[in-house]
């Protein structure tokens, strides 16, 4: 079955340290990939999405992830946090590339200390 | 441009009551989708609709239906109400669905 694996549920840094959130799918078909993010008390925002082409991709506020076929991975980075950063974040993968419809990860919990 | 919005906010609602939910996509958004988001599923989807046809369904039982109308405007059906379906429901447009959601801040149902 198709699956997306977000393997850390909860990480704790520091503000200034580098993040690197994984996430990994089943799947050997073409594929898009998508980060989201749930700020405290907002909605699920688009962070960043990958279609085709270069495998690193880079989004809004710092964050890029890079695709990487051959692991089935789509992990999310950002070389420095802040205390906003603080959120949930979910990697998203639609199986079928023609349809609304996507399977999530069960998201990661980021809590940046100031 | 007006996001996604979706009412009511917040919903009590009683075991064996029905609820309807609405969601009005982006302007110019033909596909919405539905996901229910609970602290131990996380976001399980529901189903898609495209054009006033149900694209894709996920995995819920029939007490869960939906529907689309000719603006582009969804809602979700849930009859039977049990203590489970207690969730935030979520609905997100995409101009063709696999081009990324927007998401709307959800529905709060609680069932007692």
């Known amino acids: 079955a198709q699956s997306v694996s977000q393997h850390n549920h909860h990480v704790i840094l520091s503000e200034a340290a580098s993040l690197e959130l994984g996430c990994n799918y089943s799947?050997?078909?073409?594929?898009?990939l998508f980060w989201y993010v749930q700020y405290p008390g907002q909605h699920l925002q688009l962070l960043l999405k990958y279609f085709s082409g270069d495998p690193l991709v880079k989004g809004i506020k710092g964050f890029e992830a890079e695709f990487i076929k051959s692991k089935f991975s789509f992990n999310l980075r950002k070389p420095s946090v802040q205390w906003s950063d603080t959120a949930e974040y979910f990697c998203?993968?639609?199986?079928?590339?023609?349809?609304?419809?996507?399977?999530f990860g069960d998201g990661t919990t980021l809590t940046v200390k100031p | 441009k007006a996001g996604v919005t979706q009412t009511p906010r917040y919903l009590i609602k009683t075991r064996g009551q029905q609820v309807t939910l609405s969601c009005s996509p982006i302007s110019g958004h033909r596909s919405v989708s539905w996901y229910q988001q609970t602290p131990g599923q996380g976001l399980q989807f529901l189903f898609e609709y495209f054009s006033e046809t149900q694209r894709n369904k996920g995995n819920f039982p029939g007490r869960f239906s939906g529907r689309q109308f000719s603006n582009s405007r969804s809602e979700m059906n849930v009859s039977t109400l049990e203590l489970g379906d207690s969730a935030l429901y979520l609905c997100?447009?995409?101009?063709?669905?696999?081009?990324?959601?927007?998401f709307g801040s959800g529905t709060r149902l609680t069932v007692v």
């Open positions: 998203a993968v639609p199986f079928n590339t023609n349809a609304g419809k996507s399977t």
């Open positions: 799947y050997g078909g073409t594929v898009n």
């Open positions: 997100a447009s995409s101009p063709q669905g696999n081009y990324g959601y927007t």
